[in-house]
């Protein structure tokens, strides 16, 4: 059948190419699962209002429930149809005939149509993101329970720095990622609200019941005002700029599995099923999973820059631009559970080499300023006289009694042996466990400090897994009551 929207006021017959190019087809196969659910939420309201009768609705609804249980077929996609909803809206005509399906669109317009499916699609997106980051942040903790005590090199500037512990390190990216987690969660409470009913964008004269559409697709409430409903992206702006911070902390966490991995600092040892070998030298183990892992953040901010771009200069209220931005949505935020989970997966089947840290752990002077900070302790020296001491040791390339003792002398005009300092408690000092045991302020690397940590934050994770099944489970028995409903109806 045709276009049943383009009859009326347009003639001529269009290429394909200008067909194509006008179709929004692609990208709202994301939508057609949502499209199928707001006809229902939308003929329900229009029959319990009494705006279409009861025996029409029972019509229409048949074979949209039919579409749902079965999938939307494949002529409802053909790009003749400008998109998804008007492809659906003539299969529908062609098996209820237009008495009845003509009628469905009462009160609406593809413009709330359209707004309403992306933000349930989005939404049902992030609900999966976010059970994704709860699985990875489940893993990392698991992780780090077994670590506490593995004592290895910390960095900055990429060079050895403090020893810290691998537990510290990877409770880092736990703690990152739980704020990459609420950030989602928080843009829930501006997506899951409903643009239905604000039609074209004046709304309608029709005694339509917003309210009503809006309890049953699962949303919290309104996008009240009807222009911004229907013109609004910023949401799915948000959601793609607040994926682009997730997948950037996962960058990092890639990059750094890609370092540890590298013959010169094997840290780690990734499971096989994440790396790949190379067609010429037969020797190759490559972390091809991180890597692509790692470009992902790259990837998603083009899109996001894409979608940001495409609305920044629209006037009110709706443009067909808008419908240019929603590839690069889908695209950009329906990979993302997947690589989540792939690092999950890596993370927890990796096998760290706590021999390799712990041989590092001491490397490049780094118990220095744990040494500095013992003189300060010991011999009541101010930071910046120990930090001088020390510093003259290692620009002598050891610390021994000697060279640390004439520092002293040349920096403070006085000896340390003379006040007690052995070769023992300098050797003491410079133990790695020494200094990471002692860094047990809160959050710090030292074990006990650690086994702290794990414990508030295996809180923040099960406060945070409750909150999302809370939302869900309300979203979920609101559709399942909408498809009750329906199907009442149309059994009528
Ligand atoms: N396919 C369109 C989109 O994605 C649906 C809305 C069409 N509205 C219109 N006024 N042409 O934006």
Not at 265 to 284: A, G, H, R, W
């Amino acid at each position: 059948m045709k276009d049943v929207i383009r009859q009326g006021r347009l003639s001529g017959e269009r290429t394909q190419d200008i067909e194509s190019f006008l179709s929004s087809m692609e990208a709202d196969r994301f939508i057609a699962e949502p499209d199928l659910l707001v006809d229902m939420a939308h003929l329900l309201m229009l029959a319990r209002q009494n705006i279409v009768p009861q025996e029409i609705a029972s019509t229409l609804m048949k074979p949209l429930l039919t579409m749902f249980q079965e999938g939307v077929p494949d002529d409802a996609f053909d790009e003749q149809y400008e998109d998804i909803h008007a492809g659906i809206e003539s299969g529908l005509t062609r098996k209820a005939g237009p008495e009845a399906g003509g009628r469905l669109h009462i009160g609406r317009s593809r413009n709330d149509e359209v707004a309403t499916c992306i933000r349930i699609k989005t939404r049902n997106e992030v609900f999966e993101q976010l059970h994704a980051i709860i699985r990875l942040r489940r893993v990392l903790m698991n992780r780090a329970r077994e670590c506490t005590d593995t004592i290895m090199p910390g960095f900055t500037h990429l060079q050895h720095a403090q020893p810290t512990t691998l537990a510290h390190h990877l409770l880092a990216y736990e703690q990152a990622f739980g704020r990459d987690f609420s950030r989602l969660y928080d843009s829930l409470s501006r997506v899951n609200l409903s643009p239905l009913g604000a039609a074209a964008f004046a709304s309608t004269g029709y005694p339509i019941d917003r309210k009503m559409t809006a309890d049953m697709l699962g949303f919290d409430g309104l996008v009240l005002n009807t222009m911004d409903a229907v013109a609004g992206r910023d949401t799915a702006a948000e959601v793609l700029a607040a994926d682009t911070l997730l997948l950037t902390t996962l960058s990092r966490f890639c990059e750094e599995l890609v370092i540890w991995s590298s013959a010169f600092v094997k840290f780690v040892d990734l499971n096989e099923i994440y790396c790949s070998t190379s067609s010429i030298m037969p020797q190759k183990k490559n972390p091809d999973v991180a890597e692509i892992l790692r470009s992902r953040a790259g990837s998603l901010l083009g899109e996001f820059v894409s979608a940001i771009t495409i609305t920044k200069g629209l006037p009110m209220s709706y443009n067909r631009d808008l419908q240019d931005l929603n590839p690069h949505l889908w695209r950009g935020i329906t990979g993302i559970r997947r690589d989540i989970d792939l690092l999950a997966g890596m993370i927890r089947t990796a096998r760290f080499d706590t021999d390799r840290m712990s041989e590092e752990a001491g490397k490049g002077f780094s118990t220095a300023t744990e040494l500095a900070d013992q003189l300060v302790r010991q011999y009541d020296l101010p930071f910046r006289t120990a930090h001088h001491i020390v510093g003259h040791a290692v620009r002598e390339g050891e610390m021994t009694i000697r060279t640390l003792d004439d520092a002293a002398v040349e920096v403070t005009g006085s000896s340390l042996t003379s006040r007690g300092l052995t070769q023992k408690i300098i050797d003491k000092a410079l133990e790695p466990a020494t200094g990471v045991a002692i860094r047990s302020a809160v959050g710090g690397p030292a074990p006990a400090a650690i086994k702290d940590a794990i414990k508030m934050r295996e809180q923040v994770l099960s406060d945070d897994e409750a909150a999302l099944l809370q939302r869900e489970t309300t979203v979920e028995e609101s559709i399942a009551g909408l498809i009750r409903e329906a199907k009442r109806i149309a059994d009528l």
